[in-house]
């Protein structure tokens, strides 16, 4: 039902706009700039109702406040951020449920990048926004939360269905692939990612979204067998010159 187009901004963001067609509602999600999305919706016909955010961060934040002024679009975040996302006039805690016209996400509290980062999920949909939580072969950096809440965070969304779809909001595969063939060496399945994301990235064609089933194949991170090991494996992220 949802028609979901990806916005390339900054130099590898992704926003995503999501078209409910039944309402004619759409949204869009982590607007890092304005001009972009703006012109991509309008490309479509399409009228920006509505804003979510993940978490703070400016570059999941940044061009609300002019699509707002330009649309009178409602913006919706996590409560826990509130203070830092200005712009929010509705605020959302883990199980509430938030609607796009004819569909319905609940929100799940995903923290550990920021201290209050959220993830919407559309079950009907099969569709996961994940903000900077979980990414193609990787997760994101613990600026704000500790490992063990990463690791809590993998394993509840790898319990998601295979099928669902990840809508991360940037395009690090090719550097995630890399740490993770030296992660998990005898792994055939990252092997073999490697090879499909290099090439497409060399075509200039975007590896996102992934699924949740090849991230459970491929994703060092969401294979971690434990919180100790999944630090371990960030802690070498951070520092990975491959």
């Not at 089933?213 to 491959?242: C, H, I, W, Y």
């Amino acid at each position: 039902m949802l028609e979901i187009v990806r916005v390339p901004v900054l130099s590898d963001n992704y926003v995503w706009l999501v078209h409910e067609p039944s309402s004619g509602e759409t949204m869009a999600v982590d607007p890092a700039v304005a001009q972009p999305v703006l012109d991509a919706a309008a490309a479509r016909g399409w009228r920006i109702t509505q804003i979510w955010n993940t978490h703070w961060h400016p570059d999941h934040t940044g061009g609300n406040a002019e699509i707002k002024a330009a649309t009178g679009c409602i913006i919706t975040g996590p409560a826990a951020e509130a203070p830092r996302i200005p712009t929010l006039d509705v605020q959302v805690r883990e199980g509430e449920r938030v609607r796009l016209g004819a569909v319905e996400a609940e929100v799940l509290e995903v923290p550990a990048h920021t201290a209050g980062h959220i993830a919407y999920h559309f079950a009907s949909e099969h569709v996961v926004f994940v903000g900077d939580t979980l990414f193609a072969m990787g997760c994101g950096r613990l600026f704000e939360g500790t490992a063990e809440q990463m690791f809590a965070n993998m394993q509840r969304l790898a319990a998601l269905p295979e099928d669902t779809r990840v809508y991360c909001a940037h395009e690090y595969t090719l550097s995630n692939g890399r740490y993770a063939v030296v992660a998990e060496p005898d792994n055939d399945a990252i092997a073999a990612r490697m090879a499909e994301v290099s090439a497409a990235r060399e075509r200039g064609e975007a590896t996102v979204p992934t699924t949740i089933a090849l991230e459970r194949a491929t994703n060092p991170f969401m294979r971690a067998r434990d919180a100790v090991q999944l630090a371990e494996r960030r802690a070498a992220k951070d520092t990975f010159k491959g």
